[in-house]
C-alpha cells in the first residue's frame, strides 16, 4: 500500500461511500490517502484542529476521521502517516475518538494510548449554538466515545 496526499473533496468523498457511521468531515489541516498497487484509493484520513477548544493549543492535531474499504494493516497505515506529518510540520500532541464498542488496535499499534473513557451525550441538534441548523441532527449523541493521545515526547503534558 502507498500513502499519497490527497485532497479534502476526494477524502470527503470516500468517508460518504464507505464510512459506516459519520459523515464527510466539513474541514481539515491535511488529508492523506492510502492506494493499493493498482493506484485505487482503499483508505483515507482527516486531520485538522482539535474540535474541542480546550484541546485546540496550536500543538495538537485531531485526527477527525479514518476510512478505509477494510484492508489489513490500512488504518494503522493512515494514523501512523498522519501522526509522522504532525510531528514533522511541529504537533506535539494528536488526539482522536473512537466508539467505545470499537477496539483501538489500530491506534495501539502505532502508539496511540486510551486516555479517557466519555459518556454519551446529547446530539448537536440539543446544541444552543446559532448555526445549530446546519450541524448533524444525530451527530455523535448517544454514543459513548474513548479519547485517544499520542505525544511526541512522553513527558509532555
Known amino acids: 500500500m502507498i500513502i499519497s496526499p490527497i485532497s479534502l473533496r476526494i477524502a470527503q468523498e470516500f468517508v460518504r461511500l464507505h464510512h459506516r457511521h459519520n459523515k464527510p468531515p466539513r474541514g481539515h489541516k491535511f488529508s492523506i490517502g492510502l492506494k493499493n498497487s493498482s493506484g485505487e484509493i482503499v483508505g483515507v484520513a482527516t486531520a485538522g484542529r482539535p474540535i474541542a477548544r480546550h484541546f485546540d493549543d496550536g500543538l495538537t492535531l485531531e485526527i477527525n476521521r479514518t476510512c478505509t474499504t477494510g484492508e489489513r494493516n490500512a488504518n494503522s497505515a493512515l494514523y501512523g502517516a498522519v501522526w509522522r506529518a ?3 510540520m511541529g504537533y506535539r500532541r494528536c488526539i482522536t475518538y473512537t466508539q467505545a464498542d470499537e477496539s483501538g488496535a489500530s491506534l495501539r499499534a502505532v502508539g496511540f494510548v486510551r486516555v479517557k473513557d466519555i459518556p454519551p451525550r446529547a446530539g448537536w441538534a440539543a446544541s444552543s449554538v446559532a448555526l445549530k441548523d446546519k450541524r448533524d441532527p ?18 509532555d503534558k
Open 86 to 88: 504532525a510531528k514533522a
Open 138 to 155: 444525530l451527530g455523535n449523541g448517544g454514543v459513548a466515545r474513548v479519547l485517544w493521545e499520542i505525544r511526541s515526547h512522553q513527558n
